[in-house]
Nanobody, 123 residues
Framework: VQLQASGGGLVQAGDSLRLSCSASRRTSSNNTVGWFRQAPGKEREFVAAISWNGGITLYSDSVKGRCTISRDNAKNTVYLVMNSLKPEDTAVYHC?????????????????WGQGTLVTVSS
């Protein structure tokens, strides 16, 4: 399966964005989807993840309370709504898929990665 992230852009601090992760085909029910981000000069870090039915979500401490992950399996799409954006949220955001029913923050568990989308937050 191929994943494509979109929705990034240049925004000001305090603004909101909705990122989308679209899959090329319908995926099995035994999968989770996560969002990761990589800022210039830094390692890729976990942002959020969601189980196939949306019943379990996981967030990093850095975005908890500001972001909401959701999915629409009929559209093969996972969304990440980010509110109250900060300059430190500036990064390339990637979505990835992993087998299993419980979402994880471990990058190594995700076997399918999409091209990222750049989010730039100005102060």
């Amino acid at each position: 399966v191929q994943l494509q992230a979109s929705g990034g852009g240049l925004v000001q601090a305090g603004d909101s964005l909705r990122l989308s992760c679209s899959a090329s085909r319908r995926t099995s029910s035994n999968n989770t989807v996560g969002w990761f981000r990589q800022a210039p000069g830094k390692e890729r870090e976990f942002v959020a993840a969601i189980s196939w039915n949306g019943g379990i979500t996981l967030y990093s401490d850095s975005v908890k309370g500001r972001c909401t992950i959701s999915r629409d399996n009929a559209k093969n799409t996972v969304y990440l709504v980010m509110n109250s954006l900060k300059p430190e949220d500036t990064a390339v955001y990637h979505c990835a898929a992993a087998r299993g029913s419980v979402p994880s923050s471990s990058r190594s568990l995700y076997g399918y990665w999409g091209q990222g989308t750049l989010v730039t937050v100005s102060s």
